[in-house]
């Protein structure tokens, strides 16, 4: 589950710097792996972009597609310089999320890699719709990456829910503290885990589903046994008590206040599967969360094979 024998590095067309190639070469290089660097790019045609003015529509896709294949060549050679294989691929099409969804599916990468920006000033992340698409429907794991740097020797934090509160399997606490464990190994870092129980709010109703709430466990207990299944869970998973944050308030919030308060280089979630109609969910509060994290985000996908 922790190997990462092939990454595949959505680059920025025509971009400067390419925060998700640096992401991962430095994970190429601690894990031994390869890289397969795609860019999807597809340009709506307007008589402006030809140059000269009497060239084909053959010419012209012919000379956008050139430049980045030049590009690609450029950071595979980069790559190589590094000690990392890498090869590059250059496709036309739109939507971009379902060209990189069929790269996928064609390749069989153990990650995917995409630069995602993080703007200080509004605190919200500027996802896309193809990111959200990637963040729903990707069948691998997938690192969104705002700060390649801070992936060396950072903290990193796994957003556990031992109560099983939204649906997620048991199954999936354990992968992230084991992924979060060995990447911390990896690259230097140190492992924390949150979980951010969610008080129940009152719900004011007549007939048995009062009689059903009545019977609820007072919150006290609840709390308690909230904590005490969050802190089993690490210790189960060789994590020290002091790299355990329980908290009782809202997920999207808090897990955002938590990362803040360990200065977390990458934050772990969990996505659930949602067979029915084979989608994946992140879960509405850490969907929430994820806008504003400010730190590179890793979603895993539970029983991910590696």
């Keep these: 589950m922790n190997a990462l024998r092939n990454i595949l590095v959505l680059m920025e067309p025509g971009a400067e710097s390419q925060p998700a190639f640096d992401a991962a070469i430095t994970l190429a290089k601690r894990y031994g792996s390869s890289l397969e660097l795609l860019i999807a790019v597809f340009q709506d045609l307007h008589p402006a972009y030809f140059e000269p003015m009497t060239a084909t529509l053959l010419e012209f896709h012919d000379s956008i597609m050139a430049g980045h294949r030049a590009m690609l060549e450029r950071y595979v050679a980069q790559a190589g310089e590094e000690g990392v294989g ?66 060396v020797g950072a903290r990193m934090l796994a957003c556990v829910d031992p109560t099983h509160a939204h649906d997620k399997p048991a199954a999936l606490d354990v992968q992230l503290l084991q992924r979060g464990a060995t990447l911390a190994h990896r690259l230097g870092g140190e ?107 890793w979603v895993e996908k539970p029983g991910v094979p590696g």
Excluded at 220 to 249: M, T, W
Excluded at 258 to 271: C, F, N, S, T, W
Excluded at 272 to 293: H, I, M, N, Q, Y
Aim: charge should be neutral; charged fraction near 20%; glycine fraction near 6%.
């Design 86 to 151: 890498a090869i590059g691929e250059a496709l036309w099409g739109t939507p971009f999320h379902e060209i990189v969804l069929a790269r996928v599916a064609a390749t069989r990468p153990d990650l995917v890699v995409k630069y995602s920006v993080f703007h200080n000033r509004v605190e919200r992340t500027l996802f896309t719709g193809s990111d959200w698409h990637l963040i729903r429907d990707c069948p691998v794991p997938l690192l969104l990456v705002k700060e390649p740097a801070r992936l």
């Design 191 to 297: 492992l924390h885990a949150v979980h951010v129980f969610s008080v129940p709010a009152p719900v004011g109703v007549i007939g048995d589903a009062y009689i059903a709430s009545a019977a609820m466990a007072p919150v006290e207990q609840s709390v308690e046994q909230a904590r005490k299944a969050c802190f089993d869970l690490a210790r189960v998973n060789g994590l020290p008590a002091d790299h355990v944050h329980f908290r009782v308030g809202v997920p999207a919030r808090d897990i955002v206040a938590q990362a803040r308060e360990i200065d977390a280089g990458l934050v772990l979630m969990g996505a659930v599967s949602r067979r029915r109609l084979e989608r994946w969910f992140v879960g509405s509060t850490a969907e929430a969360a994820l806008d504003r994290l400010p730190c590179n985000v």
